[in-house]
């Protein structure tokens, strides 16, 4: 059976960000079978017709799956790549990934021991989408740059409790799983950020992360860290 390739968006309503996803979904197009869009806190008649193609799936799910909802499609058989509405993804960007991995990602944090008090303040080292990054397993991965290879894995995340930080969602699930993230190299430039005008999941908890410091500690105890 040939693996179907797509990509998968969860957005919310932002007039920025509706500008936007529209970008992010024109540069990745070209490459997949099909986007699929979780329209998240949308009316029908509020989502521009340019999204209604044949290769273009949209979804208003019956709650808010923030983020997570990038996962409420998984299905086996998939190069299943996780995108963010606010990432313009170069052309040849899905071809970067291995058809061989169960998960592998643009972005991503090693942990460090001594920072189970704070994931963002913590000693972990970041290799952002943005910058320089090389190959290495990694104890997060970004959702906003991974693939999914779902014969190999399938995880069911998107109806977590845990609320915009499915990076952490989806790599405590994986980690419980004995599923490695790999990180992949890319140039600095090669991925680029679209400006939406608002604070980002990141700076929004930067201050106030108690959930994520949970979901930390569990994926540091499970690596002993």
């Known amino acids: 059976m040939s693996i179907k390739t797509t990509a998968n968006y969860a957005t919310f ?51 808010d799956l923030t983020d997570n909802g990038k996962f409420a499609f998984i299905r086996p058989s998939e190069k299943y790549l996780t995108c963010d509405d606010d990432i313009f993804y170069p052309p040849n960007y899905v071809e970067s990934f291995p058809d061989d991995i169960p998960i592998s990602t643009h972005h991503g944090r090693i942990l460090h021991p001594d920072g189970y008090y704070s994931y963002y303040r913590g ?8 910058n320089d990054t090389y190959e290495s397993t990694v ?9 999914i290879n779902t014969d190999l894995y399938l995880p069911n995340i998107h109806e977590s409790p845990y609320k915009k930080m499915s ?6 699930d994986a ?35 108690s959930q994520q410091i949970e979901l930390l ?3 540091m105890l499970i690596f002993d860290l």
């Open 13 to 63: 309503p932002n007039p920025r960000r509706l500008a936007a996803i529209r970008r992010s979904v024109e540069s990745i197009l070209p490459q997949v079978d099909l986007v699929r869009i979780c329209w998240n806190k949308y009316n029908i008649d509020d989502i521009p017709f340019w999204f209604f193609t044949s290769k273009i799936e949209n979804v208003i799910p019956d709650t």
């Open 139 to 147: 104890h997060v991965g970004g959702t906003g740059v991974m693939c």
């Open 175 to 209: 980690c419980d799983k004995g599923i490695p993230i790999q990180l992949l190299a890319h140039k600095q430039g090669w991925l680029q950020h679209i400006p939406c005008g608002e604070q980002t999941i990141g700076n929004a908890f930067r201050l106030e992360e």
């Open 217 to 219: 500690n569990k994926i």
């Open 123 to 130: 000693k972990h080292k970041c290799y952002s989408y943005l």
């Open 167 to 172: 990076d952490l969602v989806l790599s405590l």
